[in-house]
Structures are given as C-alpha cells and as structure tokens.
C-alpha cells in the first residue's frame, strides 16, 4: 500500500511537471516607446565631436530609438552642406533633410567638411533642395503633433533665436514662440559650464559662439523643459584614439584624423594618429535617444539657468523650474563605451 502510494504520488508529480514545462512564457507584452521626433542642430565642422554626433544619430535612427526629421547646420562654411550630405549618404539616408542659417558662405581651412565632401559621394540636389533654417523649423513644427518634436542643439543658437523671432506667415498662423510651445517636447541643448561659471578656456563656445546675447535671449524666451550638457561632461568623456583601427574608408576616420591634424588646438600633439577628443555633442545626441539617467548619468535637480550676454550662466535650484543638467556618474568608461559604440557602428 505504500509502495502503491508513493507510485501513484511520483505519477502525479510527473504528470505536473510535464504540463509545466510545456507552457511557453509569457512575452513581455509591454509596448516598446514611439521613436524620439528629433531636429538636430550642429555647427558641423569646427569640431570632431559633431561628426560623432551625426554618426550617433544615424545609429539610433537604425535602431528605431529616434525619428531623425532634419539636421539644420548653423554654419554656412563652404562644405559644410555638402560634407553633411555625404555623411548622411553614407549612413543610407542620402535624403535626409537639410537646413542652413541664412547668412554669407565662408571658408575655414582647418575644418574636415572639405575632405568629407571630396571622398565621399553625395547628391549635389540634396544642398540645392536646403531650406533656410527657419523655414524648415517652421515647417517641420507646424506639420508635428502637439509637444512631440525634441530639438538638440549642439551649436551657438542663432538659427533658435531666429525661429523663436519669426512671424505668422504662410506655414502656420503661429508665431516661433507660438510654434515652439504648442510643438516641441523638450530641448537637448550642449552648452554652458554647471552649476555656473566658465571654462579654463573662458565662455562655453555654443552660449558664446561671437554672438553677444543670443543665448540670454533664447532661454529667456523657451517655455519648455531644456536639459543641458554642459562641458564639464564632454570634457570628461575622450574618445577618438580608439578609431585609428576604424576603417579608413569611412568618414567617422577621414574626419577625425583631419581634425586631429589640422585644428588649431590639436596639430601640435599630432603624431600621424587619430588623437583623443572631447565628446562634448555626443552626450546630448546620447541622452536625447536613450536618456540612460542611471547609468550613464542623472540629472540635477530642477532650476532656471540665467545667461548674461556673454554667455555666462548662473543657477538657480528651483522646484517649478524647467531646466536640468546632466550630472556624469563615476563610471566613465562605460559611458564612453556606450558612445563608442554609437559611433563605430
């Protein structure tokens, strides 16, 4: 009898396994999040660290972290559209829009935008079809959903200031003001050194940028979350030796060793190798996708950032305030990793 128990007991036991074992588990049935609506705004060329920006981007793109609507270039250096629309192209989106700050063309020799736009092929169509930067804000924000479109600026905010001065017109009824708070999201803006103060090298270059109070007038007039990267965060972030073993054939490589060898503040370390840079717009590009606070960062407590016209910032900590900076946690090599990675693609 107990035998035939504990038989019967064994056949029961089995019998539950079994059916447990054959039940599939259950999938995550939580919805992945909608692509971030992203308009990129770069000074492409003064530094290597928008090319990785740019790289970053289209990694993401590929991804389905982000929806890239248009990269707007503050600056009209002479290659700069059409070293932007060889990038693009090479990333396989040769057709991406683009847009410029309406002002004189000029020439910087030191800047990668001339080697990028003669190695690699582009469509000359894509710099004719460019749209005045303003216009294609306008544009993009009138056609958008209410508060959806993140705006990461990783440049001096001329083409801002002149969206957030424009007039109704035949695209919207809507002022800038108007069209940035009924459209946009939040900003990712590069810029500033936090929680005040100025670089070793004097103003942060994106709140200077020779623009006496274009910055002041900007903050003064967003009405919307911004998040800055300040430059204590990209300063702290190297990455470009590593792309000595990149492929050469590629403009990641092309740009950033050009930049290693010509820019006024690098020729003199240069050796024949890609030298390490700061990953000032990477951090900004990087957050805008994935955010990573924990992990790559956290943010600051609420506040409002006040910039004189110099582009000299003071903070304040205040609960109802609509700005945040990055804080970098101790784990930089990681961050740096996950950058590289973006970027390498």
Partial sequence: ??????????????????????????????????????????????DADDLGAVAMLHYYADRGDIDLLAIVSWSHEAYALPALAAVNQFYGRPDLQLGVRKVDAWRTDWNYNQVIAEQFPHDPAVMEDAEPAVALYRRLLADATPNSITIVTVGPLANIQNLLRSEPDAISDLTGVELVAAKV????????????????????????????????????????????????????????????????????????????????????DYRGSILDNSSFDQTAVMYAAIK??????????????????TGIGTWTEDAEGLHRYLLLTDDTETTVAKIAEAMTH
């Fill in 1 to 46: 009898m107990y035998r035939a128990t504990l038989s019967i007991i064994a056949f029961i036991v089995s019998g539950v396994l079994s059916a447990c074992s054959s039940i599939e588990p259950v999938a995550d049935q939580t919805p992945a999040p909608p692509p971030v609506q992203i308009i990129f705004d770069t000074d492409f060329g003064g």
């Fill in 292 to 309: 990573g606070v924990g992990d790559y960062w956290t943010l600051s407590p609420p506040g409002t950032l006040r910039v004189d016209e």
């Fill in 185 to 268: 999201d939040q900003f990712v803006i590069m810029g500033g050194q936090f929680p005040e103060g100025i670089t070793a090298h004097g103003p942060e270059w994106n709140f200077d940028g020779n623009m006496k109070g274009v910055t002041q007038g900007v903050l003064e007039s967003i009405t919307r979350p911004v998040i800055f990267s300040g430059y204590e965060v990209g300063e702290a972030l190297k990455y470009g030796d590593a792309l000595n073993a990149h492929p050469t054939d590629t403009p990641l490589y092309v740009g950033y060793k050009y930049f290693s060898e010509h820019a006024p503040w690098m020729k003199q």
